[in-house]
């Protein structure tokens, strides 16, 4: 009998602008109400940006997380993740720095430097609302940066905090990666090793590539680590039931896509949790707890 599944719902992130979906949740009030709904549905954890109210824009200030992180927490016992990825325009200081000062049971940490690819969105949203989605998604050749310094800076800032990490891990390089800084002693097991597929600049969603990721962490890690997987757009659903049928943990969120299914967007990050559950029960598994994924991930509580 396999684990509970921790379902980790990603709230709203930075890489979709207010201009792509109604859904996307962008005022504090707004991300609370998703978060709640969320692990409503069933979400153990849920991974959080903040943004700026007026535009949508991601902001990685500590404050921009204090009205959504009360609000959760007096509504909910699910587990929160503070993003150190912020947004791949922003400095490694500045990613940090919500995390640092909040020092929540989880914070996500990128393992390698890579291309992120937002060739094309700029023609598939032309009603762009401000300014800053313009710049953003009219930057056509971005480096999401995290150099092996970036990385142990973000270990270091964060050592005493107690804060342990969701590892996202892009492609198997990642993976050698997060074991260099095993051997090195940075880092230690139970390690929730995020796989994320079919983002364009990492590793493709082909059956295939997410056998090679488990593969690859299997024998880099062996138990001492929890495999999660992140499905991009399209992929969420189909990568979600592979993760769930293989024994491994599944994210969902309208941060990584904005849809439930073909044609269909997501009305929020709920539904797509709730669909997930579905697709988890129909392989025989049920959703763990946050108390069980606090037990799982030897969180602090
Ligand atoms: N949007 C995800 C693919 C982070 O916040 O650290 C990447 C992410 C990065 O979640
Ligand atoms: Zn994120």
Known sequence: MSDPVIVTAAI????????????????????????????????AIVHLHARNPENGAPDQSAEAFEPILGAIKARSDVV?????????????????????????????????????????????FPDLKHQWEKDYLGNRDIIFRNTFQDISFVLDTLRDSGTRFEFECYDTAHLYNLAHFRDAGKVEGPLLIQT??????????????????????DRLFGDDYVWSVLGAGRHQMPLAAMSAAQGGNVRVGLEDSLWLEKGVMAPSSAAQVAKAREIIGGVGRRLATPDEARTRLALKG
Do not use: C
């Open 196 to 217: 994320v597929f079919g983002l364009l600049g990492g590793i493709g969603a082909h059956p295939d590539d997410v056998a090679h990721m488990k593969r690859t962490a």
């Open 12 to 43: 709203t992130g930075a890489i979709h602008t207010p201009t792509m979906s109604d859904a996307l949740p962008v005022t504090p009030e707004q991300i609370v109400e998703a978060a709640v709904g969320a692990a409503e549905a069933g979400a």
């Open 80 to 124: 929160i993740n503070i993003t150190t990825g912020g947004a791949p325009t922003m400095s490694v200081a500045e990613r940090v720095r919500p995390a640092q000062y909040w020092q929540p049971e989880l914070a996500s940490l990128n393992m390698g430097s890579m291309n992120f690819g937002l060739f094309g969105m700029l023609g598939r």
